[in-house]
């Protein structure tokens, strides 16, 4: 069985940080990579970052110098430092861990960026 668990999302005024947590739970699996993804009220999910086993990050152009992806393979844990919030980053947030077996998601965290 496959667990992938977010946390850390909150509320916080324009210009603030906050550091996201995924945690992934599996007997036995073989990684590719962990990427995070996020859902605004009324669009469309849309990916945000992602990093693979061995550190190779991406990110979307929206976030690109503001965002952080990192993963620590000794703790199944990856991470998403966000700086410099927007009030458009507002949105749910999700993990999705590509394992061999399939891709497994998170149940998501709510990030609101509101003064």
């Known amino acids: 069985q496959v667990q992938v668990v977010e946390s850390g999302g909150g509320l916080v005024q324009p210009g603030g940080s906050l550091r996201l947590s995924c945690a992934l739970s599996?007997?036995?699996?073989?990684?590719?990579?962990m990427a995070w993804y996020r859902q605004a009220p009324e669009k469309q999910r849309e990916w945000v970052a992602s990093i693979t086993r061995d550190g190779r990050t991406n990110s979307a152009d929206s976030v690109k110098g503001r965002f952080t992806i990192s993963i620590d393979n000794s703790k199944n844990m990856a991470y998403l430092q966000m700086n410099s919030l927007k009030t458009e980053d507002t949105a749910v947030y999700y993990c999705?861990?590509?394992?061999?077996?399939?891709?497994?998601w998170g149940q998501g965290t709510q990030v609101t960026v509101s003064s």
């Open positions: 999705k861990a590509a394992l061999f077996r399939g891709d497994y």
């Open positions: 599996a007997t036995t699996y073989v990684l590719y990579s």
